[in-house]
């Protein structure tokens, strides 16, 4: 019996390591709540995360799944487990988000685009005052193997051949990180595989038009890395900046933040911001 | 269709001259007068003296001046107009581009963009600061935001450290175009409005004549000239703009056809 219960939902995964991913994901739920009440939130943790799930963060989180299969249990940044996603998800489409995003504003809309295709990726990002970003700072591995510029922070998949394709591709290319590393990629030195590549990879093998709607170039989010904001690289950028929590709006550096909010530095979400959630949702 | 009991909207230019020890501001509003009364063929309002706060001073220019800059804001109460172009002295008016910006503006509009011949001008307000604006032109209307942006623009130069540490800009003289930038990202919900759609001409250099030929604007500075198409322009040399060079410049173009 398939295990997608519902139609549509975001997703996210919360890996606790040295950094708590799951009260990320609990700002993240209370975000998606807040601007987007009728929305349904999943989160997929590994065992020692589960039991950190509380009461509490029940109320936002409407499905709290375990994790299958740990390839990941040795790593500071557990990557390797993020094509699970698929089997998991209890949504017929996800919005699958990095756990670090927040939403200023509902996105509702975005879903009716999303079903053009049967997975679709962020193409580029946008800088803090909604420009569209032009730094290829964090990207010359993309550049250098002519990788479409996706983004898995915020992506979309439904139920489909397609998708089950996609993520196997992705599986793939987790297991045999070394051969693609060192025989398929040009300039590539990273030990352990990222998302990004990995996705934009499993994009580029199977049909790179597939997996993303440039039509539709408000299918991205803020990206708070400083070369991006072309900020120093020195400082963290909520060191920079005025951070003003107007919620659901969030305000950075005075500009108003409408698009999903990929803060990045996981150091940013204090205790009073998760009460001031709590505060307007009222939990 | 047009109402016809509706009373017709008063139009007309607000020009702030207000002199300092080495500029005669009010010589320099006389002849952008005539150039305005030439081209736009509005009516015409000089502020003088008005300001309650202590000259500023400007570095970087003319090796330092003395900057009569601060009380802008009162533009929208002192101005007698429904529908204003609030213009610093300085800016000659060649072509009647702004009448259009009146026609279609709803509250108020200023530059974003500014360059001189040859390059773009920085416009940044730090280095991880927003982009200002360029208040040398406000094309406004009495209306409830455009009343909002300049009571904004009063009290940011009361508290004129507060923000400038809230927005990060180094500059501690008061600026203008900081503050109209400031008021501006805020009364319009937190990002820039849109503003003038097309970039202000400034001529940054001193100034050895200026004239038309051809439908073209000749500007000669000491070693170069450059020849552009004929439109209205921001002259930062204001020796030149009080000098018999300029009169005659304005003498030629008032005496055209």
């Not at chain 2, 736009?40 to 706060?53: C, E, H, R």
């Given at each position: 019996?398939?295990?997608?219960?519902?139609?549509?939902?975001?997703?996210?995964?919360?890996?606790?390591?040295?950094?708590?991913y799951?009260?990320?994901?609990?700002?993240?739920?209370?975000?998606?709540?807040?601007?987007?009440?009728d929305?349904?939130?999943?989160?997929?943790?590994?065992?020692?995360?589960?039991?950190?799930?509380?009461?509490?963060?029940?109320k936002?989180?409407?499905?709290?799944?375990?994790?299958?299969y740990?390839?990941?249990?040795?790593?500071?940044?557990?990557?390797?487990?993020?094509?699970?996603?698929?089997?998991?998800?209890?949504?017929?489409?996800?919005?699958?988000?990095?756990?670090?995003?927040?939403?200023?504003?509902?996105?509702?809309?975005?879903?009716?685009?999303?079903r053009?295709?049967?997975?679709?990726?962020?193409?580029?990002?946008?800088?803090?005052?909604?420009?569209?970003?032009?730094?290829?700072?964090y990207?010359?591995?993309?550049?250098?193997?002519?990788?479409?510029?996706t983004?898995?922070?915020?992506?979309?998949?439904?139920?489909?051949?397609?998708?089950?394709?996609?993520?196997?591709?992705?599986?793939?290319?987790?297991?045999?990180?070394?051969?693609?590393?060192d025989?398929?990629?040009?300039?590539?030195?990273?030990?352990?595989?990222t998302?990004?590549?990995?996705y934009?990879?499993?994009?580029?093998?199977?049909?790179?038009?597939?997996c993303?709607?440039?039509?539709?170039?408000?299918?991205?989010?803020?990206?708070?890395?400083?070369?991006?904001?072309?900020?120093?690289?020195?400082?963290?950028?909520?060191?920079?900046?005025?951070?003003?929590?107007?919620?659901?709006?969030?305000?950075?550096?005075?500009i108003?933040?409408?698009?999903?909010?990929?803060?990045?530095?996981?150091?940013?979400i204090?205790?009073?911001i998760?009460?001031?959630?709590?505060?307007?949702?009222?939990? | 269709?047009?109402?016809?009991?509706?009373?017709?909207?008063?139009?007309?230019?607000v020009l702030?001259?207000?002199?300092?020890?080495t500029?005669d501001?009010?010589?320099?509003?006389?002849?952008?007068?005539?150039?305005?009364?030439?081209?736009?063929?509005?009516?015409?309002?000089?502020?003088?003296?008005?300001?309650?706060?202590?000259?500023?001073?400007r570095?970087?220019?003319?090796?330092?001046?003395i900057?009569?800059?601060?009380?802008?804001?009162?533009?929208?109460?002192?101005?007698?107009?429904?529908?204003?172009?609030?213009?610093?002295?300085?800016?000659?008016i060649?072509?009647?581009?702004?009448?259009?910006?009146?026609?279609?503006?709803?509250?108020?509009c200023?530059?974003?963009h500014?360059q001189?011949?040859?390059?773009?001008?920085?416009?940044?307000?730090?280095?991880?600061?927003?982009?200002?604006?360029w208040?040398?032109?406000?094309?406004?209307?009495?209306t409830?935001?455009?009343?909002?942006?300049?009571?904004?623009?009063?009290?940011?130069?009361?508290?004129?450290?507060?923000?400038?540490?809230?927005?990060?800009?180094?500059?501690?003289?008061?600026?203008?175009?900081?503050?109209?930038?400031?008021?501006?990202?805020i009364?319009?919900?937190?990002?820039?409005?849109?503003?003038?759609?097309?970039t202000?001409?400034?001529?940054?250099?001193?100034?050895?004549?200026?004239?038309?030929?051809?439908?073209?604007?000749?500007?000669?500075?000491?070693?170069?000239?450059?020849?552009?198409?004929?439109?209205?322009?921001?002259?930062?040399?204001?020796?030149?703009?009080q000098?018999?060079?300029?009169?005659?410049?304005?003498?030629?173009?008032?005496?055209?056809n």
């Amino acid at each position: 019996m398939s295990n997608k219960l519902a139609q549509a939902g975001f997703l996210t995964l919360a890996q606790n390591s040295d950094i708590d991913y799951l009260r990320l994901a609990y700002a993240q739920a209370m975000s998606i709540k807040l601007t987007m009440s009728d929305a349904k939130y999943a989160v997929v943790v590994d065992d020692s995360t589960y039991s950190c799930v509380t009461e509490q963060h029940r109320k936002v989180f409407d499905y709290v799944i375990p994790l299958q299969y740990n390839y990941a249990k040795d790593d500071s940044w557990k990557l390797a487990n993020e094509w699970q996603v698929f089997d998991l998800t209890p949504f017929k489409e996800t919005i699958k988000l990095e756990s670090d995003i927040l939403f200023t504003r509902s996105i509702d809309h975005w879903w009716t685009a999303f079903r053009l295709r049967d997975v679709v990726m962020s193409l580029g990002c946008r800088d803090y005052q909604g420009n569209i970003n032009i730094s290829r700072q964090y990207r010359k591995l993309f550049d250098d193997n002519d990788l479409p510029d996706t983004y898995n922070g915020l992506m979309y998949f439904r139920y489909s051949q397609f998708a089950s394709d996609f993520f196997a591709k992705a599986r793939q290319i987790f297991s045999n990180w070394d051969y693609f590393r060192d025989s398929i990629l040009i300039n590539c030195r990273d030990e352990k595989p990222t998302t990004d590549v990995v996705y934009a990879i499993a994009a580029k093998i199977l049909d790179p038009d597939n997996c993303m709607l440039p039509q539709c170039d408000f299918i991205n989010f803020t990206h708070m890395k400083n070369a991006i904001n072309s900020w120093p690289e020195s400082t963290p950028w909520s060191e920079l900046v005025v951070s003003e929590f107007d919620l659901p709006m969030i305000r950075i550096n005075n500009i108003n933040q409408c698009n999903p909010l990929h803060y990045q530095d996981k150091t940013w979400i204090t205790d009073e911001i998760l009460k001031r959630f709590e505060y307007e949702l009222r939990i | 269709m047009t109402n016809s009991n509706a009373p017709a909207k008063s139009r007309g230019v607000v020009l702030f001259a207000l002199n300092t020890p080495t500029v005669d501001y009010e010589k320099i509003a006389e002849q952008a007068s005539r150039l305005i009364t030439y081209t736009l063929k509005l009516p015409i309002t000089v502020i003088t003296d008005i300001s309650t706060v202590e000259n500023n001073f400007r570095t970087g220019y003319a090796h330092g001046s003395i900057w009569n800059n601060f009380d802008r804001y009162r533009a929208y109460e002192l101005s007698p107009y429904d529908e204003t172009i609030l213009l610093d002295s300085d800016y000659l008016i060649l072509d009647d581009a702004l009448l259009k910006i009146l026609d279609t503006v709803d509250d108020y509009c200023l530059f974003e963009h500014n360059q001189s011949p040859v390059r773009l001008a920085d416009k940044h307000m730090g280095p991880i600061s927003l982009s200002h604006v360029w208040a040398t032109v406000v094309v406004f209307k009495k209306t409830s935001k455009a009343k909002q942006l300049f009571d904004l623009v009063g009290r940011i130069q009361r508290n004129y450290d507060y923000y400038r540490k809230l927005y990060n800009f180094t500059a501690q003289n008061f600026r203008n175009d900081y503050a109209f930038a400031i008021a501006d990202n805020i009364v319009n919900g937190y990002v820039p409005s849109q503003g003038i759609p097309w970039t202000m001409l400034t001529i940054e250099n001193p100034v050895k004549k200026i004239e038309i030929k051809n439908n073209n604007l000749i500007v000669r500075e000491e070693t170069q000239a450059h020849v552009l198409p004929k439109q209205s322009i921001h002259v930062m040399d204001k020796d030149y703009l009080q000098s018999k060079d300029h009169m005659e410049f304005v003498d030629n173009i008032c005496q055209t056809n």
